[in-house]
């Protein structure tokens, strides 16, 4: 059960477009369609923001994208604004289990 | 609304045991599976565990097989996290979740989590 692997930190400037990357193996990312995002700013519980590799629950602004290629899922967000700022984590079923990237950090600059 | 709320959460001894509980509202408990996630300290998400909808199959991590166990009772609408033997490195926000993708892993809600710091 090893992590996803994320990028530590990623930052852009308000209205700008960034992606946070997720890879994982055949066994997690590339074998289901089962990726999620989830958003978490300090001290609060995390919520999601893309399940199924790109949906979008409601009440999620459409700013936040979600797409998959391999063993690799990526999370792109356009138009940053700052409430955007937060601590970002990919998570993908693997049989019977669930597993989550490392994290990251997303500062607007 | 949809609601989760954990508590049970405190200061423990290594070795003791801790029972977390998780009470749900809002919706139809006994139609989701549910999980426990965790977060140690300035750390990242860990999955912990997972019940099917109506308890007939739990899965671990391999970090608490044997040592941690999930349950649930329908009719209280309530998820258990029964801890055992516990060790320095189980200090960490404790977090029940819905599974809404039916056992996939797509989680909402979160509750607010429970901290429980295991330190003698």
């Known amino acids: 059960q090893s992590a996803l692997t994320q990028p530590a930190s990623v930052s852009g400037s308000p209205g700008q477009s960034i992606t946070i990357s997720c890879t994982g193996t055949?066994?997690?990312?590339?074998?289901?369609?089962?990726v999620s995002w989830y958003q978490q700013h300090p001290g609060k519980a995390p919520k999601v923001m893309i399940y199924?590799?790109?949906n979008r629950p409601p009440g999620v602004a459409n700013r936040f994208s979600g797409s998959k290629s391999g063993n690799t899922a990526s999370l792109t967000i356009s138009g940053l604004q700052a409430e955007d700022e937060a601590d970002y984590y990919c998570?993908?079923?693997?049989?019977?289990?669930?597993?989550f990237g490392g994290g990251t950090k997303l500062t607007v600059l | 609304q949809v609601q989760l709320v954990e508590s049970g959460g405190g200061v423990v001894q290594p070795g003791r045991s801790l029972r977390l509980s998780c009470v749900a509202s809002?919706?139809?408990?006994?139609?989701?599976?549910m999980h426990w996630v965790r977060q140690a300290p300035g750390k990242g998400l860990e999955w912990v565990a997972a019940?099917?909808?109506?308890?007939?199959?739990?899965n671990y991590a391999d970090s608490v097989k044997g040592r941690l166990s999930i349950s649930r009772d329908n009719s209280k609408n309530t998820l258990y996290l029964q801890m055992n033997s516990l060790r320095v490195e189980d200090t960490a926000v404790y977090y029940c979740?819905?599974?809404?993708?039916?056992?996939?892993?797509?989680?909402?809600?979160w509750g607010q989590g429970t901290l429980v710091t295991v330190s003698s």
């Open positions: 199924e590799v790109s």
């Open positions: 019940i099917w909808y109506d308890g007939s199959n739990k």
């Open positions: 979740a819905r599974d809404r993708g039916g056992y996939t892993g797509w989680f909402d809600p």
């Open positions: 998570s993908s079923y693997t049989y019977n289990n669930t597993v």
């Open positions: 055949s066994s997690d990312v590339g074998g289901y369609n089962y």
């Open positions: 809002g919706f139809t408990f006994n139609n989701y599976a």
